[in-house]
């Protein structure tokens, strides 16, 4: 099992950049493929990005496409998505997740979320 944490969601202008942070518990987080999700409020949860267990591997969703990575840090047990030219309806609340195997939909094990406002 693992316990997921976000961090460094806060208020941003348009076109500005935050970095997300999701730490993981454990001794088995390298075996974990890692995924962003956002869900904006009166929507759906919807896949932003996900890394392989060795974060050679990446995939983005079209709507941040070239805006946003995704890397991580197996040592340091973290996941991060890096956001830049951020647009308002990037606001959302922003979860990592973790899965078993490569997916964009079937996660096991979720954060609480950590909210990103971005202003026009």
Known sequence: QVHLVES???LVQAGGSLR???AASGRT????????FRQAPGKEREFVAVTSRSGSSTLFSNSVKG????????AKNTVYLQMNSLKPEDTAVYYCA?????????YDYWGQGTQVTVSS
């Open 8 to 10: 460094g969601g806060g």
């Open 20 to 22: 997300l942070s999701c």
């Open 29 to 36: 987080f390298s075996s974990y493929v890692m995924g962003w």
């Open 67 to 74: 805006r946003f990575t995704i890397s991580r840090d197996n």
């Open 98 to 106: 973790a899965a078993f195997k490569w997916t964009l939909t079937e």
